[in-house]
């Protein structure tokens, strides 16, 4: 019998809809319900292609007795974090602080006033490793809250006090400057990895944010140091196990520091991300494998996670069925020789298996590899190549795929509405600027829908619930400003002026700072306010890009003063943890070079058009048009005449402009291109 989730659109929340436990989503009615039965709230926080999400869910949310203990006990309430990042945000602060780590499964035992008492991630079935299992957990908190209530109230209390006393330093004082930024990169240069690329050690993830910065940077300064880890990181992972190397498209990190194994569920924000990225790599260096990456990538973006209705689902899963029918991590990218022989013979089988990197004893689990290309950068043999991962791809598809999260998700759909509308345009590949609209298409109609504010979320073209949070209003309105940039379509700067002035309105406080949730969203423990980038800019940061772009397109004060306001906390962390404020950190640069204006009065995908958005200028806006209806689309192109009857393009930074051009060749070299 299906319990009360059956009614929603989460994917993750519908795996569970099943589950013998009486599941609550996350509402008002069931907190009520606790305080009428007097029993604890027991909150589940995951995400459909969470691996040990599935596993607990297995061992003991599938479990009858321990549904039966659950729902006996508690109000089990259960919830999406990529749904509601904010109960996700103040929930996890409170695990990290309690227990010094936090992670998904997270699982936290709340009073029915929602302040939490008790802390954990991923329980055992039974006891392990020094681990209650997870009945045992259930029978304390049971005996706690019914025999020693005052200690559970007087532990909830102190914890939301504390929470609460946690106010956010922020810069204050200015915008981050040259020495800032020249202390970020120090710090970044400190934990490089000179032989595998990335930053830190194991796991080791795609650091798609930091290598912007540095792409920005040497674009502004000429630093070569910072081309050099931006390449070689880019290299290092283009030819690693995190990188599908037959289908494209970046799996979610690497368990080791050489990116061999991936943990192998692909998300569409880092897929987003690092197609942009590479696409700036090929912009800055012409690398030919910086192109193939960026549109392999974008490729796979539309064709595995694109939705009927022209969005882009969320992830896909990690684990899917192996030959023998079990559900396991990477079964559907890994191969072992023998499966290699079977589809390709016995010569072009040894071929693959140096290509790439295909070993006897394996580098996963079980003999099996996952593929890489670890041989040295001599040439080979490209037909055969291409013809072995023909053949290699087209067997594995015959493969179980792995689930695919269906969901849309404003914020990362901003991301790679982005990523594609330039890839779109650098490569001519006008087909991936049009899956570009048609996702922003859907963003307007669907999340926006009636209510002029946006909705986190949508499935199947109905949309979700969930109000939209920071993340959401700055990633949209990135994704809308480059689409302007490249389609002339003065539409999508309306729009995403809209969300700017929401932004304005709504989540901004004193000072510059900003929340991560509206001014009349709902009310929990603590209003959350994170300004540190993850897996993806923070709302802070993607907010604080979007505004300095917009300011820049239309001149708005209001929205250059909010920019700058909210850059004083990348002037504070930027200098101590720069790989933490990645997308910060390439804000602060296009502040720091203008931005650039540039208006193109000519065609759209004309010589001059295209060379202004190949221009290297950190974070330059480009208006184009034609005509005397130009300039109300696009303020920039107000009082810009054509010279000579010629295309010309006006660059313009800090209210200053440069002579007018009709010279491809001069406006590059005015954009360092």
């Not at 302040?115 to 991923?122: K, L, V």
């Not at 055992?124 to 209650?132: A, D, I, K, L, V």
């Not at 209003?473 to 940039?485: I, N, P, T």
């Not at 660059?651 to 406006?667: I, K, M, N």
Request: proline share 6%; net charge negative; aromatic share 8%.
């Amino acid at each position: 019998m299906a319990n009360r989730l059956a009614q929603t659109t989460s994917p993750y929340l519908l795996q569970h809809a099943d589950n013998p436990v009486d599941w609550w989503p996350w509402s008002p009615e069931a907190f009520e319900e606790a305080r009428k039965r007097d029993v604890p709230v027991l909150l589940s926080v995951g995400y459909a292609s969470c691996h040990w999400c599935h596993v607990m869910a297995h061992e003991s949310f599938e479990d009858d007795d321990t549904a039966a203990y659950l729902n006996a006990h508690f109000v089990p309430v259960k919830v999406d974090r990529e749904e509601r990042p904010d109960v996700d945000a103040v929930y996890m602060e409170a695990v990290q602080a309690a227990t010094g780590h936090g992670g998904w499964p997270m699982t936290v035992f709340l009073t029915p006033d929602a302040e939490p008492f008790y802390f954990g991630t991923y329980f055992p079935p039974e006891p392990r490793h020094g681990s209650p299992s997870f009945q045992q957990v259930l029978e304390g908190v049971t005996t706690a809250w019914t025999d020693r209530r005052e200690e559970v109230a007087e532990v909830a209390g102190r914890i939301v006090a504390d929470l609460a006393g946690r106010s956010l330093v922020h810069g204050g004082d200015g915008v981050p400057g040259e020495s800032e930024v020249a202390q970020a990169l120090l710090g970044l240069t400190r934990e490089y990895d000179e032989q595998h690329g990335g930053f830190g050690g194991a796991p080791k993830f795609p650091p798609a944010m930091a290598v912007e910065f540095l792409l920005r940077h040497y674009a502004r300064t000429g630093a070569e140091g910072a081309l050099q880890m931006a390449a070689d990181t880019c290299a290092a992972m283009a030819r690693g196990g995190i990188y599908d190397q037959l289908g494209g498209g970046f799996a979610r990190y690497s368990v080791d520091r050489e990116w061999i194994v991936p943990h192998f569920e692909k998300m569409l924000y880092d897929n987003a991300l690092l197609c942009r990225v590479y696409a700036h790599l090929w912009r800055a260096t012409g690398s030919d494998e910086a192109r193939r990456i960026a549109l392999e990538t974008a490729d796979f973006m539309v064709r595995e996670l694109r939705t009927a209705e022209g969005g882009f689902a969320s992830a896909l899963d990690a684990d899917s069925a192996d030959a023998e029918g079990r559900h396991v991590e990477g079964a559907f990218y890994v191969w072992t020789p023998e499966q290699l022989r079977e589809v390709l013979g016995e010569d072009d089988a040894a071929f693959a298996a140096a290509y790439f990197g295909v070993t006897e004893e394996g580098t996963f689990e079980e003999g099996a590899s996952v593929l890489r290309l670890p041989g040295d950068t001599e040439p080979v043999d490209a037909a055969r190549v291409a013809g072995v991962r023909a053949r290699l791809l087209a067997a594995r598809d015959e493969r179980p795929h792995p689930g695919r999260d269906d969901k849309v998700v404003a914020a990362w759909n901003g991301l790679a509405i982005a990523a594609l509308a330039e890839t779109g345009a650098y490569f001519d590949r006008p087909d991936l600027v049009e899956r570009a609209t048609e996702a922003a298409d859907l963003l307007v109609r669907v999340h926006l829908g009636e209510v002029a504010r946006l909705t986190r979320t949508s499935k199947d073209g109905r949309a979700g619930d969930n109000a939209g949070v920071l993340e959401d209003y700055g990633d949209v309105a990135e994704g809308f400003l480059a689409l302007a940039a490249v389609t002339g379509e003065g539409a999508w700067l309306e729009f995403a002026g809209f969300l700017l002035d929401i932004v304005l309105e709504q989540f901004t406080g004193e000072g510059g700072q900003l929340y991560d949730t509206a001014h009349d969203a709902e009310q929990l423990i603590r209003r959350p306010q994170d300004p540190t980038d993850s897996a993806t800019p923070s709302g802070w940061t993607a907010a604080a890009g979007a505004l300095l772009s917009y300011a820049a397109y239309t001149g708005s004060e209001a929205h250059r003063t909010a920019a700058e306001g909210a850059l004083g906390v990348v002037k504070a962390l930027g200098p101590r943890v720069p790989r933490f404020v990645g997308w910060g950190l390439a804000v602060a640069e296009a502040l720091l070079d203008g931005p650039r204006e540039v208006a193109v009065a000519g065609p759209v995908g004309g010589e001059l058009h295209r060379t202004a958005l190949l221009g290297r200028a950190p974070g330059a806006v480009v208006a184009a048009g034609e005509g005397p209806g130009a300039g109300a689309e696009f303020p920039l192109l107000v009082d810009r005449p054509l010279v000579g009857g010629e295309p010309t393009a006006y660059v313009c930074r800090h209210f200053v402009c440069d002579a007018p051009t009709t010279d491809a060749g001069e406006l590059a070299g005015k954009l360092g291109g």
